[in-house]
């Protein structure tokens, strides 16, 4: 596995690292040893799918508050997506930056996000499905979120929604 560090701290993008042979190639998409040798979060608990039918969906901006804030490895298995992360950690220097990582089934890129960070994604391809793997439970009482289109953080979508949940668009204006 090769990780490519981001601008954002402590969130990684992941690269199989392929044998090939004849039949095709081998990769490790998880490796518990390696995670932990980078300090990274390793424990996995919850693995969910999303798949969406139409190009332009986008879900998002999510996250989950302390105690059950979530780190969550992010790979697209069908299809291709714009994956969006927003640092929302107090106090860090990345504080209200995103990026932006293409995710799909030809790539088989994953991306590493820590908690303490925002998700979000719009689809560049229908019947795109994406595959997350999570290190806490899913707490509804803890979850939270950030519109897509706050003017705080300034994303840079690649067009228009066609699909979006009334709940992504109805989050209030970001505030620190």
């Known amino acids: 596995m090769l990780f490519i560090e981001t601008q954002l701290k402590g969130a990684y993008i992941i690269d199989p690292e392929r044998i090939e042979d004849e039949r ?49 490895l992010v790979r697209c298995t069908n299809g291709a997506i714009y994956d969006v992360i927003i640092d929302l950690r107090l106090g860090s220097p990345t504080l209200r930056q995103w990026l932006a990582v293409e995710l799909s089934a030809h790539n ?24 997350y793997q999570m290190a806490e439970f899913y707490a509804p009482d803890y979850a939270r979120g950030v519109r897509w289109n706050d003017p705080a953080f300034g994303i840079v979508w690649p067009e228009a929604p066609q699909v979006i949940a009334a709940r992504d668009q109805a989050y209030p204006d970001f505030g620190v």
């Open 108 to 131: 088989r890129r994953t991306l590493y996000i820590p908690e303490g960070f925002a998700h979000g994604f719009q689809t560049l391809a229908d019947h795109s499905e994406v595959f």
């Open 24 to 72: 095709g190639f081998f990769a490790r998409t998880w490796d518990r040893y390696e995670f932990e040798a980078r300090g990274l979060n390793s424990s996995l608990v919850q693995c969910n799918i999303s798949y969406n039918a139409r190009r332009g969906t986008l879900r998002g901006m999510h996250y989950q508050i302390a105690p059950h804030a979530q780190t969550k």
